[in-house]
T-cell receptor, first 115, second 114 residues
């Protein structure tokens, strides 16, 4: 049973560039959430996708956007990168909202460094 | 305001010794409470969760946590630590088991010495 996978594992970009991170959910899951984990901090919720739509969003600017594909995989896009966007970006998948157990399963993350 | 506080940035314990990681929370409603572990290069793994029922919750890898409503605490314990337990531990609180509005603490780094 494949768990949550993310690509790439590491990425280096410069300020102002754009980046796309990818996530494949755990088998059987159709809900994907994205988190930003800055160094020395706990994860912060960015947004959640279900049925190819953004369903919930945390306190992140519009530079952060996403997409979910029919196979439930997801992308996180960040435009106009800032130095402060350097972080570990985690993807988590779960059964849909309203399911008895929405426990999230996390991927290993993508480490983004913005220079 | 809703928040999670993990007072210890890092803790060092000897292999075989007992462990307690502290977590205090502030939350308006009855919360779901979680403990996650993060090893280097890996994502978060759920150790245990609590919503209701017995206030002593058993998790994976021999961990347990006790919910104390009067103290707004949800401390994680393990009777005997193994070197492989060295990792970062995160306490989290939320309105359900899903992601939205789940608030994570800043984490406690556990070091295990031989």
């Amino acid at each position: 049973d494949a768990g949550v996978t993310q690509s790439p594992t590491h990425l280096i970009k410069t300020r102002g560039q754009q980046v796309t991170l990818r996530c494949s959910p755990k088998s059987g899951h159709d809900t994907v959430s994205w988190y930003q984990q800055a160094l020395g901090q706990g994860p912060q919720f960015i947004f959640q996708y279900y049925e190819e739509e953004e369903r919930q969003r945390g306190n992140f600017p519009d530079r952060f956007s996403g997409h979910q594909f029919p196979n439930y995989s997801s992308e996180l896009n960040v435009n106009a990168l800032l130095l402060g966007d350097s972080a570990l970006y985690l993807c988590a998948s779960s059964l849909p909202h309203g399911t008895v157990d929405e426990t999230q399963y996390f991927g290993p993350g993508t480490r983004l460094l913005v220079l | 305001a809703q928040s999670v506080t993990q007072p210890d940035i890092h803790i060092t314990v000897s292999e075989g010794a007992s462990l307690e990681l502290r977590c205090n929370y502030s939350y308006g409603a009855t919360p779901y409470l979680f403990w996650y572990v993060q090893s280097p290069g890996q994502g978060l793994q759920l150790l245990l969760k609590y919503f209701s029922g017995d206030t002593l919750v058993q998790g994976i890898k021999g961990f347990e946590a006790e919910f104390k409503r009067s103290q707004s605490s949800f401390n994680l314990r393990k009777p005997s630590v193994h070197w492989s337990d060295a990792a970062e531990y995160f306490c989290a609180v939320g309105p359900n088991t899903g992601g939205f509005k789940t608030i994570f603490g800043a984490g406690t780094r556990l070091f295990v010495k031989a």
